[in-house]
Each structure stands twice: as structure tokens, then as C-alpha cells.
């Protein structure tokens, strides 16, 4: 069954450093997400992306963050300067225009 | 914008019995699609049921089933023969073509032995 796959599977990093998530989605998907969960919260929409462009972003995603397609397969989330609040399971979700986004296993950040 | 809301945080069963978990959405689209989704200690994002708005039946999986009412906009979860297993944090979501998923807050399920 094909799936989403997320790396690191934890990251570990020092405050002010910058992390990059990724996230290699389902073949013919063409629609990525980005979603946040703080432990023990909701689970948080920061971003879309589709046809290479963000489509949709939250209040959360502000200009510390960033996503890309650098080689048309991963989809990564980039955090420029990581506070201690950025600590969270981050997850790549990915769909197409008529089915539900599958989820990847998720990335756990711990900011130090 | 679309808004769901799980009014339970917390919710306990006995082992072997049966629990209802509540869920409410607002929206004013008749095409949309309904989820539950379970996660456990591990935090990974297991899909449970979804329900396609334009059908009348409520869908089953297993011992999972929903209570969908459109008109009242509720989607309520049964988990039948509650096992050890079940125990989990529970997370209802809406969703419409090309859009992102909505979360509620979610409902911790603890069952009891």
C-alpha cells in the first residue's frame, strides 16, 4: 500500500538553529500539507501546497517558515530559526483533488 | 470557514462495552466528507471510518460505526466491544475536495479492564 514517508523520524536541535523536515509523498498526489500537533493539543494546519505554490497558510506560518518541492518528489518544511515553542510532531499530509490526505508517520521536533 | 467541534475531552469505557463519541461541524457546503481518526501513544495518524456527506448510510468498519446526521451537522463515533487496544486520543475532521482537513480538538479514550 503506497505511503507517506517522513524524515527525520525525531530531531533534536538547538534554539535558533534551522531544521528541515521531510516528507516524500504518494506518487500521483499533487496536493502536500504541513499540520502541527504540540503534545497533548490539536492537530494545527499550517500549510498547502499545490502546483508548486502555497495555496493556503495559517496564522502560524509566518516568515520563519518555508516549504518547497526542491526536486519535484520531497516536499520539505524548512524552519529558519527554531524557538523552544516550535517543539511539536509535524506532519506531511498529501492527496489528490478527490480523495482525503494520507499522513505520514510524522516528524517529533524538540527544540533545545 | 468550517469548524468541528468535539465537545468530550475525555471520554472512559469499560472493556467489552460500547461508547458514543460526539462531534459536531458547521459548514455551508453539501459535498464534503467526514472523518474519524485515532491516535495513539506513538502519535501516528490512523484513519478510522470516513463518510461521504451525499450518502444516507452510515458507514461501519468492524466494531466502528457513525451516526451521521446531516441536517443537524453531528457525526458521532461507536466503538462496539471496546478493546484495550482502542484507547487513543480520537480526532473528527472535515474535509472538501482540494482543501485541508479541519480537526477538532479531540477526545482521549481510556478503557478500563
Known amino acids: 500500500e503506497p505511503e507517506v514517508t517522513q524524515t527525520p523520524s525525531h530531531q533534536v536541535t538547538q534554539m535558533g538553529q534551522e531544521v528541515i523536515l521531510r516528507c516524500v509523498p504518494i506518487?500521483?498526489?499533487?496536493?502536500f500539507y504541513w499540520y502541527r500537533q504540540i503534545l497533548g493539543q490539536k492537530v494545527e494546519f499550517l500549510v498547502s501546497f499545490y502546483n508548486n505554490e502555497i495555496s493556503e497558510k495559517s496564522e502560524i506560518f509566518d516568515d520563519q517558515f518555508s516549504v518547497e518541492r526542491p526536486d519535484g518528489s520531497n516536499f520539505t518544511l524548512k524552519i529558519r530559526s527554531t524557538k523552544l515553542e516550535d517543539s511539536a510532531m509535524y506532519f506531511c499530509?498529501?492527496?489528490?483533488?478527490?480523495?482525503?490526505?494520507?499522513f505520514g508517520q510524522g516528524t517529533r521536533l524538540t527544540v533545545v | 470557514a468550517q469548524t468541528v467541534t468535539q465537545s468530550q475531552p475525555e471520554m472512559s469505557v469499560q472493556e467489552a462495552e460500547t461508547v458514543t463519541l460526539s462531534c459536531t461541524y458547521d459548514t455551508s457546503e453539501s459535498d464534503y466528507y467526514l472523518f474519524w481518526y485515532k491516535q495513539p501513544p506513538s502519535r501516528q495518524m490512523i484513519l478510522v471510518i470516513r463518510?461521504?456527506?451525499?450518502?444516507?448510510q452510515n458507514a461501519t468498519e468492524n466494531r466502528f460505526s457513525v451516526n451521521f446526521q446531516k441536517a443537524a451537522k453531528s457525526f458521532s463515533l461507536k466503538i462496539s466491544d471496546s478493546q484495550l487496544g482502542d484507547a487513543a486520543m480520537y480526532f473528527c475532521?472535515?474535509?472538501?475536495?482540494?482543501?485541508?482537513?479541519?480537526f477538532g480538538a479531540g477526545t482521549i479514550l481510556r478503557v478500563k479492564s
Open positions: 506518487s500521483n498526489h499533487l496536493y
Open positions: 463518510q461521504e456527506a451525499y450518502k444516507q
Open positions: 475532521a472535515y474535509w472538501e475536495y482540494g482543501n485541508k482537513l479541519v
Open positions: 499530509a498529501t492527496s489528490t483533488a478527490s480523495t482525503e490526505a494520507f
